[in-house]
T-cell receptor
């Protein structure tokens, strides 16, 4: 069974808008990671947030983590057409990553 | 990531055939993983290895086997392929010395079992 569940499953926005994706998980974690996948390609690591952190930034990305609610969010600000991809959260515990089903983001010019 | 390569990139085979997917890495990482991705589902872990000769089952290991004879190589075998093993397969690596277990993925192998 998958640990993380992303919401929404699909998101369609215009360039320049912000995109927010959410992830919920079930068990204790060491950290939570977000990955990006362009259609049919391998996943690329975006950002990692540790269980003792609440917020982290990297360029146009902002990740939050609420361990009491077992949830995380990924915010992409000022989106671009090139941000079109699937985004996955992955929880790290017991030396393994467990991935959610992903959010498909479409950014229209 | 060009440091993690997978061969073949695409494969069409028939039910009952034995198939081997290869993964090689030049990152010097000790940990390697095989995942399967189906439409609408995230990646599911098949097998993983933390060192040469170390093999651990993941979430969906039935019908698969792996071999880790060298640090840089991790191969996945389907002894007798069946249609529901049609999927996109990814190899990944990570470094034991790095906190967090960030993983680096290969480009994937698209396998179709007829």
């Amino acid at each position: 069974s998958q640990q993380g569940e992303e919401d929404p499953q699909a998101l369609s926005i215009q360039e320049g808008e912000n995109a927010t994706m959410n992830c919920s998980y079930k068990t204790s974690i060491n950290n939570l990671q977000w990955y990006r996948q362009n259609s049919g390609r391998g996943l690329v690591h975006l950002i990692l947030i540790r269980s003792n952190e609440r917020e982290k930034h990297s360029g146009r990305l902002r990740v939050t983590l609420d361990t009491s609610k077992k949830s995380s969010s990924l915010l992409i600000t000022a989106s671009r057409a090139a941000d079109t991809a699937s985004y996955f959260c992955a929880t790290h515990g017991y030396n393994k990553l467990i991935f959610g089903a992903g959010t498909r983001l479409a950014v229209h010019p | 990531d060009a440091d993690v390569t997978q061969t073949p990139r695409n494969r069409i085979t028939k039910t009952g055939k034995r198939i081997m997917l290869e993964c090689s890495q030049t990152k010097g990482h000790d940990r390697m993983y095989w995942y399967r991705q189906d439409p609408g589902l995230g990646l599911r872990l098949i097998y993983y290895s933390f060192d040469v000769k170390d093999i651990n089952k993941g979430e969906i290991s039935d019908g698969y086997s792996v071999s880790r004879q060298a640090q840089a190589k991790f191969s996945l075998s389907l002894e007798s392929a069946i249609p529901n093993q049609t999927a996109l397969y990814f190899c990944a690596t990570s470094d034991l010395r790095e906190n967090g277990n960030e993983q680096f993925f290969g480009p994937g192998t698209r396998l179709t079992v007829l």
